[in-house]
């Protein structure tokens, strides 16, 4: 495990909570790699907390399938599978979508602001070759459209996959050869949005997603051999 995993603590919630969290994003950004082993002991110690905690955390993270128990060898990190894979960005394509078809008609001068620093942002992370900054970014750009939509239930539908499509979304930005390709469809779907061209929106999120999930099946397929 690298040096920098590190508890962040916060007051209001149980210890277990935390390290729950340190480990659960450790996981979804790649610090912990599909397939890594996850022993109690050395985890206690790099967090500088008991085994007790590590073992409940461990547990949630083998329901919420991030951890998988191999017989005689323990907790390791869930591989990324195909199926989960598609299955999580089958839903995003079309929730995609319909998100940027909606921000089209409802987003208002200070989200269309807002988006085009976003935009901007991440054509300087990819710049920069940092790919947490990279995956944030590409984060924060989504999160506006989403959040233009004004729609309630379909921002409560699109955080629940978030966390989830996190983890894929920094195995494609891990691809450097898929940057130029990345900048080039945000901006695509930026520019849509200002001229509120629903179709040209909605089938440019689409191409995105469809975009993703085969650099990630390669990326898979690549790692079997």
């Known amino acids: 495990m690298q040096d920098n995993l590190q508890v962040q603590m916060n007051t209001f919630l149980p210890l277990r909570d935390v390290v729950f969290n340190t480990l659960r994003q450790a996981i979804l950004t790649g610090e912990l790699k599909p397939g890594e082993r996850l022993m109690e002991l050395h985890l206690a110690d790099r967090l500088g907390v008991s085994r007790t905690p590590i073992r409940e955390a ?118 450097f050869s898929q940057h130029e390709r990345l900048v080039k469809e945000h901006r695509i779907i930026y520019e849509s949005i200002v001229s509120k061209d629903r179709e040209t929106a909605s089938q440019a999120a689409k191409i995105h997603i469809d975009n993703q999930e085969k650099a990630i099946l390669n990326q898979i397929r690549l790692d079997r051999r």
Do not use: W
């Open 58 to 175: 461990i547990r949630k993270l083998e329901l919420e399938g991030l951890v998988t128990m191999i017989p005689r060898r323990g907790a390791e990190v869930a591989q990324i599978t195909e199926k989960s894979m598609q299955d999580v960005l089958e839903v995003r394509r079309t929730l995609d979508a319909l998100c940027a078809e909606l921000a089209c008609d409802r987003i208002d001068g200070e989200g269309i602001r807002r988006l085009g620093e976003a935009c901007t942002a991440f054509e300087k992370a990819v710049a920069a070759g940092d790919v947490k900054r990279i995956a944030q970014a590409d984060v924060a750009f989504h999160d506006i459209i989403v959040e233009a939509t004004g729609n309630l239930r379909l921002i409560q539908l699109v955080n629940n996959l978030s966390e989830q499509m996190y983890r894929y979304r920094f195995e494609y930005i891990k691809d």
